[in-house]
């Protein structure tokens, strides 16, 4: 099992940028695919990014392709979330999720229902 924390959000003008942490614990760090999603007030929960158990893969939603970049740091067990070029449309609770290791390293995941575990998300806002 692993238990993960998101951090970094907050209100940004759009524009700007900020980077959103998730640092894990429990089992090993490479052995998930990691991903993260968001959530707008009256919206179902939203794929932003994904990065496969080798951390070579990634894969973006279609919105925030080209300007948001998920990375990891294996010392600090910790998967980052950099989001440049924010619009309003951005605001929304952020999520960080993994995925245990039955996937093939290269495979990267785009639905909520394929991630086993979740952090409590940390808000973005983007006034308008």
């Known amino acids: 099992q692993v238990q993960l924390v998101e951090s970094g959000g907050g209100l940004v003008q759009a524009g700007g940028s900020l980077r959103l942490s998730c640092t894990a614990s429990g089992r090993s760090f490479s052995e998930y695919v990691w991903g993260w999603f968001r959530q707008s007030p009256g919206k179902e929960r939203e794929f932003v990014a994904s990065?496969?158990?080798?951390?070579?893969?990634?894969y973006y939603g279609d919105s925030v392709k080209g300007r948001f970049t998920i990375a990891r740091e294996y010392a600090k067990n910790t998967v980052y979330l950099q989001m440049n070029s924010l619009k309003s449309e951005d605001t929304a609770v952020y999520y960080c999720?993994?995925?245990?290791?039955?996937?093939?390293?290269?495979?990267?995941?785009?639905?909520?229902?394929?991630?086993?575990?979740w952090g409590r998300g940390t808000q973005v806002t983007v006034p308008s």
């Open positions: 999720a993994a995925a245990e290791g039955i996937w093939h390293r290269q495979v990267v995941l785009s639905r909520t229902l394929d991630y086993d575990y």
């Open positions: 990065l496969s158990r080798s951390g070579v893969n990634t």
